[in-house]
């Protein structure tokens, strides 16, 4: 019974620590709702490109409708910045390449696929503003919102 403990125990260390020798997307910033997005940053558990070797290709399929450009920052590290800060409205994923490899030639693994949304449009300014007295029971409101102007309705 216990050489059988000790091969079941063997057996969990060994995935474990296969499991910790794996490469994986360590950090991919942001996910989720976010507003005012810029840049994208993803950081792998290994080094992907030799250090100093920071032209080779991007490791994710990028769709987003708005344009930006990837880099890599060091062996690790990769970041995609976008043209221009992010209106309200925008979808974005991050699917990883599915021929990416370390550079010790191993597939990484985990997570594949990375999203995230500027979310709906929110109201940055109004006319007349907060805390205005002279207000009419039939005001007319003007707001400014955060998204593209294209599509939007203003009142």
């Not at 942001?30 to 997005?37: E, L």
């Not at 985990?110 to 949304?117: D, I």
């Not at 009419?136 to 400014?144: A, P, S």
Request: proline fraction near 5%; aromatic fraction near 12%; include cysteine.
């Amino acid at each position: 019974m216990r050489a059988l403990h000790k091969v079941v125990g063997l057996l969990i260390w060994a995935g474990v620590s296969h499991a910790a020798l794996a490469t994986t997307v360590e950090s991919f910033s942001p996910q989720g709702i976010v507003k005012g997005v810029r840049q994208v940053q993803a950081r792998f558990t290994d080094q992907i490109v030799p250090f100093g070797d920071l032209r080779l290709a991007d490791p994710f399929t990028v769709t987003c409708p708005e344009k930006g450009a990837g880099r890599w920052v060091d062996g690790k590290n990769w970041s995609y910045d976008f043209d221009r800060d992010l209106p309200a409205g925008v979808n974005c994923r991050f699917v990883l390449k599915a021929d990416l490899k370390d550079l010790s030639g191993k597939p990484i693994t985990g997570e594949q696929s990375y999203a995230f949304s500027t979310g709906g449009p929110a109201i940055v300014e109004s006319v007349p503003s907060e805390g205005q007295w002279f207000l009419d029971e039939n005001q007319i409101f003007i707001l400014g919102l955060d998204a593209a102007e294209e599509g939007m309705w203003w009142y």
